[in-house]
């Protein structure tokens, strides 16, 4: 039980308990909807969750500074529609290029909300709330409302979504999710091991002490901006493959889902604690039950109100349930330190 | 009072009426009928809805919160009335539901946000989607239209000369809001409790009430809000009035009231209302895009902001080479 | 890091070197002075405590050795080079550290992460592996028992300090600097905490040590100085000093200005206090208080003064012992509930809990009882509302050119008058004033204690929380002195002198027997 204790933290639990409630969910509607586990379904949810999963991988890294990236879907529909444009006009360019392209894009356009917010001073709601609507702006007046067709783009990337990575027990992984799956292991890791990313968390954590001791604050800020704003680059590029069409509405609408993803998976909205593992997880429950609702056909338009009580029901657990796991827990830290006290401790 | 007025239009509001002044005789220049009574009624009948809900979201982000759910209750509430009416019940009575739905949204949340104390942010975060989602499942993909006669006149037609009713409750709201906000009891505690919580906790202000109070009527005001749209556009979809609360929200801090709480005021809004109404129509009269207009005012609301701090940062830096 | 402290060490200087040296150190704020012409040696391998009221300067004087403030005046050495400070991250690559008495970690970080946090040579990738060995090796060597894997996040007070010492530890410092370490930790606590600081002192570290605790001082110090309004008064070998010497230069204030007020005929009994305490903040408070009598709360910062002002107000209620108020039983749940009972407190804290700072001077006064002044709409009646600030404002002598402007405009001593205004005007039977006088220049001091000797004599019964013992000596009728959340004496205007006083707050038992309330 100590060992458990002390391998496992509350937030972990919370996770742990995410992870349940997907399964709960899975089962629930495994016995309402007939073929329910198949391939079709795995793949389906997976392809609906692998977007949101790698901007909410972003977000998740803005939020941890008490930040927040509202401009996400406007740099989604940015960054698919530029790529599109490009590659579209000469299918012979290298896979790699509107990859390049919508990431480059992405980065640029974060580092303007990263240096507003971070030398401007500005807050983050209202830069990202500006740059949400002046993105857009700029994609309408770039397109001159014109879309990108599928048939412009070359067969490779029209087939992407279809293309399999491996084949494991009648399941398909696509290399596209496999990519997003990729993404969130390097950034758990990177925000687990990397000094500087756990800086990210020192600065949420605690501005004032990371400001005292030295913390570069402005950097961190601006690199989470930018991270965010590449991955929604990429996930730019993934929605070019995945649906082809491109017109300027791309991804409008994308932030709330995102910041819900990562609110669900138990990201704090104000900073410090959280994990992308967890925000990926937010992603994945509300994918899984945005596809089951659809399959049950009449209750589709059920999705926003679960969606909506699921984000009530997360932030009123974090403030609520947390606060007494952690509170158990120093419980017993102070239990195990007053025992281990007639040991170490005889005063000279 | 008047040296007050005159010291405010030195400050931001100074600003906000030069850029009015600038846009309109740039306006009128583009048009000899631009300031006609039928364009003025036009300007304002274009983006009422979203006008009078910015007004009592000015109070809310005044208090130091915010209410992100304001466009959602707009869609719920036209949904409520659409569905019963379509469900047979008489037009006035499935109003009142609509409006009743407001008031249940605002109670949930000014309960989770004034006595649980959860974050307003996240609370009406989750009221955005959530509301969205009671509006989606009442109408689903349909569009229900065929109300009576009476009821799209209301939204459509001058009730008192030119006047539309949604004008008439914008001008009724502008002054009562006015009143309440710079003249009564409950306006001094929005600005109490959004300039220092603490502050007005240890002078006796019962703060839970104020924040419930003004989640509620948040809530209400857009549920009225709802209603109007739909009378306006003479049918109800479930998107309706979707992604409104940006818009809204851009309205009231690119009037001066800062996003922390505690200052701004309602002439400060009032103004900013007039700046993009005229700002979007004299671009439309410019040919420019409704796309480009929503950047010119996205990079508006960031100046607004930026502009302060930067100017702050160059009196620094000049005080400092003087010493 | 290994090699950075055998470096260290090989050009540590000699045994009670000089480590750091100030020199003539002035620091204003405003129209404070601050510091002034202060120097001092810490010296390799000795523990220097620092002794002085609050507001004596101590805390200044650490936030200028750890960069958070600069000198307006003055130079610092540290190991005879001399030493300029931009930020408390250069303070720290320098070999200074400090310590607080409200640790400064990262909550939402493990224990071994925050040891490490600001370590530069940590490497680009955290091998967790060996932080949390190296955490537990220095927590060890400390003989802490502490899980190096919990988030800081809901550590005891004690443990949060624990790892603020591993951290100082971590970085191999030269100066330590420790700012009431020990307030908030047990007896037992504290006996490992020494340990700790003589472990360091056997490691060449300089020490300073601040606290209220005298036997503390006398135990671990190797010199003691005594500072008194941003002052040195002394600086001495432990084995001069006794305990009274200390307080007596502590508190050898003058009087100054200062006039006894002559007492006012006491009413009957308005408030008694019985056993009164709130979890983890103070314990067993009795005491009584009549109408028209000044009961002065005495103690050192921390003492638990405040919260039981706090208590009788309901924004912190009591959560044990009665309070009976003009005969009557009653439980305060909240402000509200105890402005209605006749009850009023001033905040020692003008600027982030009296005042709305941005609003006017009418707007402040009228807060609390707002409803007073609306009409039948509901609207607020400025002109009564100006009447009744006018009013204050004469009666006062608020110096302000207009009740309309805002009060971060006035001088604190205006702010002062406002808040008081603001109390006054709930027409109070209790009026509970926590540090009235703080920050506030000489004139306008005495100025208040005039107001406190008027309002007295008008029957209001006053309880007044002060740190500025010549002020609580010559206003209070009685004086109850607290020390660590614990009533330690209610002194009669006679049996109270300054060292009395002192002496009991700092838990000196050559002070007289501390009583209970008299019965």
């Known amino acids: 039980m ?39 379904t795995f793949n389906r949810i997976a392809s609906s969750v692998m977007i949101i999963t790698v901007v909410a991988v972003g977000q998740t890294l803005v939020v941890l500074t008490r930040n927040i990236d509202l401009s996400v879907g406007s740099i989604v529909g940015c960054t698919a529609y530029v790529a599109g444009v490009r590659i579209a006009a000469d299918n012979g ?6 990859v390049l392209i919508a990431v480059a894009l992405g980065a640029a356009m974060g580092a303007i909300n990263g240096v507003l917010v971070a030398w401007g001073r500005v807050p983050s709601i209202i830069v990202t709330l500006g740059t949400l609507a002046i993105f857009r702006g700029l994609l309408v007046d770039y397109s001159g409302a014109r879309t990108v067709t599928t048939d412009s783009l070359p067969p490779w990337l029209v087939d992407l979504p279809r293309l399999d990575l491996f084949t494991l027990a009648g399941l398909h992984v696509k290399v596209m999710v496999a990519l997003a799956l990729a993404i969130v292991i390097a950034f758990q890791l990177a925000t687990s091991y990397l000094t500087f990313a756990r800086q990210f968390y020192a600065l949420g954590s605690n501005p004032d002490a990371a400001d005292l001791i030295g913390l570069p604050t ?80 009449i209750n589709e338009f059920w999705r926003d109100a679960v969606m909506g009580l699921l984000i009530l029901l997360a932030v009123a657990s974090d403030a609520v349930i947390l606060k007494r796991l952690r509170a158990l827990w120093a419980r017993a830290d102070l239990e195990m330190i007053a025992r281990s006290a007639p040991r170490t401790g005889e005063a000279p | 009072m008047i040296a007050a007025a005159f010291a405010r239009l030195r400050g931001w509001e100074g600003l906000l009426l030069a850029l009015l002044v600038v846009i309109v005789v740039v306006n009128m220049a583009h048009s000899p009928y631009y300031l006609g009574v039928g364009n003025i009624i036009n300007l304002f009948q274009l983006e009422i809805e979203k006008i009078i809900v910015a007004l009592m979201m000015t109070l809310i982000i005044i208090n130091g919160e915010i209410d992100l759910s304001v466009a959602s209750v707009m869609g719920m509430s036209a949904c409520v009335m659409a569905w019963s009416f379509r469900a047979g019940v008489p037009l006035p009575w499935a109003m009142l539901a609509a409006m009743a739905s407001g008031v249940a949204a605002g109670l949930i949340n000014g309960f989770w946000i004034a006595y649980v104390g959860l974050p307003s942010l996240a609370v009406t975060l989750a ?161 420019i895009t409704g796309n480009t207009q929503t950047s010119v005012i996205g990079a508006l609301l960031i100046l607004s902001v930026l502009a302060p701090n930067i100017a702050q940062a160059i009196h620094i830096r000049w005080k400092g080479r003087e010493t | ?131 949390f060995r190296r955490a537990e090796e220095i927590l060890a060597s400390l003989g802490v028992a502490l899980d190096v894997r919990s988030p800081a996040r809901g550590l005891t007070l004690a443990a949060q300090q624990s790892v603020e010492i591993a951290k100082a530890i971590s970085l191999n410092v030269r100066v330590l600097i420790m700012d009431e370490p020990t307030a908030s930790l047990s007896s037992h606590e504290v006996a490992q905490l020494f340990k700790l600081v003589r472990d360091l002192r056997e490691k060449d570290v300089a020490i300073l040590f601040v606290s209220h605790r005298m036997e503390e001082v006398f135990e671990i110090a190797d010199d003691v100085t005594v500072f008194r309004d941003g002052r040195l008064i002394s600086t001495r070998p432990r084995a001069e000093v006794t305990p009274q010497r200390a307080i007596a230069d502590m508190v050898g204030r003058e009087m100054g200005l200062l006039q006894p007020r002559s007492p006012a005929k006491l009413g009957e009994k308005l408030l008694s206090v019985r056993g009164l305490g709130r979890d983890g903040a103070f314990e067993d408070v009795s005491f009584d208080l009549r109408r028209g009598e000044v009961l002065g709360f005495a103690g050192l910062i921390g003492a638990g003064r405040t919260d039981v002002g706090l208590a009788l107000f309901g924004i912190e209620p009591a959560t044990s012992g009665q309070i009976v108020l003009d005969g009557r039983a009653v439980t305060i749940r909240s402000p509200r509930q105890a402005m209605a009972l006749g009850i009023a407190y001033s905040s020692e804290d003008r600027r982030q809990l009296g005042l709305s700072l941005p609003m006017s001077i009418a707007t402040n006064i009228t807060l609390p009882v707002l409803s007073r002044y609306l009409n039948w709409l509901g609207l607020v009646r400025t002109g009564m509302e100006r009447a009744t600030a006018e009013a204050f404002r004469r009666r006062l002598a608020i110096r302000t050119p207009s009740v309309d402007i805002a009060v971060s405009k006035l001088s604190g001593g205006n702010q002062q008058k406002v808040m008081l205004s603001k109390w006054l005007n709930t027409h109070p039977a209790l009026l509970i004033l926590d540090e009235p006088t703080r920050g506030i220049d000489v004139g306008a001091k005495a100025e208040v204690h005039a107001i406190i000797g008027e309002l007295a004599a008008e029957g209001i019964g006053i309880i007044m929380i002060s740190s500025d013992l010549p002020e609580v000596l010559a206003m209070s009728d009685r004086v109850l002195v607290m020390r660590e959340g614990r009533q330690m004496a209610v002194l009669d205007r006679d049996g109270a002198d300054q060292e009395s006083v002192m002496a009991a707050a700092m838990g000196q038992s050559t002070a007289r027997q501390p009583s209970g309330a008299e019965a």
């Open chain 1, 93 to 98: 360019l290298p896979a790699i290029v509107p």
């Open chain 1, 218 to 297: 402005r950097r961190i800020v601006l690199t989470a901006f930018v991270l965010s704003g590449a991955l929604s680059g990429l996930a730019g590029f993934m929605t070019l493959a995945r649906f082809g069409n491109i017109t300027v509405e791309a991804g409008r609408g994308l932030e709330l889902e995102v910041v819900a993803a990562a609110v669900v998976g138990g990201v704090n909205i104000f900073g410090g604690s959280g994990t992308v593992i967890g925000a990926m997880l937010g992603g994945v429950m509300i994918g899984t039950l945005e596809q089951s609702l659809l399959r049950l056909q």
């Open chain 3, 1 to 131: 890091m290994e090699g950075a402290a055998v470096d260290r060490r090989s050009d540590a200087p000699a045994v009670n070197a000089p480590m750091l040296n100030l020199r003539d150190i002035t620091k204003r704020f405003g129209a404070t002075q601050a510091l002034e012409g202060v120097s001092l040696t810490l010296r390799a391998g000795r523990v220097h405590a620092l002794l002085g009221e609050n507001g004596a300067g101590k805390s200044t004087l650490i936030k200028i050795m750890t960069g958070v403030h600069q000198p307006d005046h003055g130079e610092m050495l540290l190991a005879g080079r001399p030493l300029r400070l931009a930020s408390a991250a250069e303070a720290q690559r320098h070999g200074i550290a400090a310590i607080y008495q409200e640790p400064l970690l990262f909550p939402d970080l493990n224990v071994a992460e925050n040891i490490f946090i600001s370590h530069q040579d940590r490497g680009a990738v955290t091998n967790w592996r060996q932080m």
């Open chain 1, 2 to 40: 100590t060992w458990l204790r002390r391998r496992i933290r509350p937030e972990q639990i919370r996770e742990f308990s995410l992870l349940l409630l997907i399964v709960v969910a899975v089962l629930i509607f495994g016995s309402a909807i007939d073929n329910y586990y198949t391939s079709r």
């Open chain 2, 127 to 287: 009221g955005l989607i959530g509301y969205r989602g009671v509006a989606r499942i009442l109408v689903q993909d349909r569009a229900i239209g065929d109300y009576p006669g009476w009821f799209n006149a209301l939204g459509q037609q001058g009730l008192v000369g030119p006047l539309t009713l949604s004008i008439i409750i914008f001008l009724a709201m502008f002054a009562v809001l006015g009143l309440v906000l710079h003249g009564a009891a409950l306006g001094r505690l929005v600005y109490v409790i959004g300039n220092n919580l603490q502050a007005a906790r240890y002078s006796g202000v019962r703060v839970r009430r104020v924040k419930m109070t003004l989640f509620v009527a948040s809530a209400v005001v857009a549920a009225l809000a709802g209603l109007l749209y739909a009378a306006r556009l003479g049918s109800v979809r479930g998107d309706m009035a979707q992604g409104f609360e940006l818009d809204i929200i851009t309205i009231v801090l690119l009037g001066g009231v800062s996003i922390f709480g505690g200052s701004g005021n309602l002439l400060g809004v009032g103004l900013s209302i007039l700046v993009i109404l005229n700002l979007r129509n004299g671009m439309g009269l410019a040919d």
